[in-house]
């Protein structure tokens, strides 16, 4: 079954409006990673969170890693068209030995 | 930046066939991947290979096998295609070592008729 839970499950947003999307899970993890994905492609890393509390930003995205370290966050503030893809949370922890585990992804449309 | 490039985009295969799908990635990494992507369950592990001939079974690794002949290429085998094997596959590498992130391929949507 899904480690990840990731929500919401999609997004039809306005251009110009933030998005906030998380996962959480019930394990603790050492790394958190976001990706997207357009429509014909693979995944692309977006940001990669190695600490607890950590927050990084990457042009309009920000991404946090929560300080249970049981959750992360994507934010992407002033949404454009071309955001529109699947976002993808991973993360890496202890129980999982060196393997990534997935979230369901988000999928998000933008009108504009 | 990294290449991981997968042999084909699109692939139509019938019941009962051998299945090859094929991964080569030109960063030297040690660690190789192959999921599946189906909507609404995100990426699923089938196999690993941390190695040349290493293997290592993921979450799903039934119906399916692996080959590491070389470091560059991983390749996926579907040894008898069923339709519930109809999916989105993706490759992914990265360096050796727990903390770096995969970087996929572009994909190769397979149909099993």
């Known amino acids: 079954g899904q480690q990840l839970n990731q929500s919401p499950q999609s997004m039809f947003i306005q251009e110009g409006e933030d998005v906030s999307m998380n996962c959480t899970s019930s394990?603790?993890?050492?790394?958190w990673l976001w990706y997207k994905q357009e429509p014909g492609e693979g995944p692309v890393l977006l940001i990669a969170?190695?600490?607890?509390?950590e927050l990084t930003s990457n042009g309009r995205l920000t991404a946090q890693f929560g300080i249970t370290r049981k959750d992360s966050f994507l934010n992407i503030s002033a949404s454009i068209p071309s955001d529109v893809g699947i976002y993808f949370c991973?993360?890496?922890?202890?129980?999982?030995?060196?393997?990534?585990?997935f979230g369901a992804g988000t999928i998000l449309r933008v009108k504009s | 930046d990294v290449k991981v490039t997968q042999s084909s985009r699109y692939l139509v295969k019938r019941t009962g066939e051998k299945v090859f799908l094929e991964c080569v990635q030109d960063?030297?990494?040690?660690?190789m991947f192959w999921y599946r992507q189906d909507p609404g369950l995100g990426l699923r592990l089938i196999y690993f290979?941390?190695?040349?001939?290493?293997?290592e079974k993921g979450d799903i690794p039934e119906g399916y096998s692996v080959s590491r002949e070389k470091k560059e290429r991983f390749s996926l085998i579907l040894e008898s295609a069923s339709t519930n094997q109809t999916s989105m596959y993706l490759c992914?590498?990265?360096?050796?070592?727990?903390?770096?992130?995969?970087?996929f391929g572009d994909g190769t949507r397979l149909s099993i008729l």
């Open positions: 992914a590498s990265s360096p050796p070592g727990g903390t770096q992130p995969q970087h």
């Open positions: 991973a993360g890496r922890g202890m129980e999982y030995g060196n393997k990534l585990v």
């Open positions: 960063m030297d990494h040690e660690n």
């Open positions: 290979s941390y190695d040349v001939k290493m293997k």
């Open positions: 394990s603790i993890f050492n790394t």
């Open positions: 969170l190695y600490k607890a509390g």
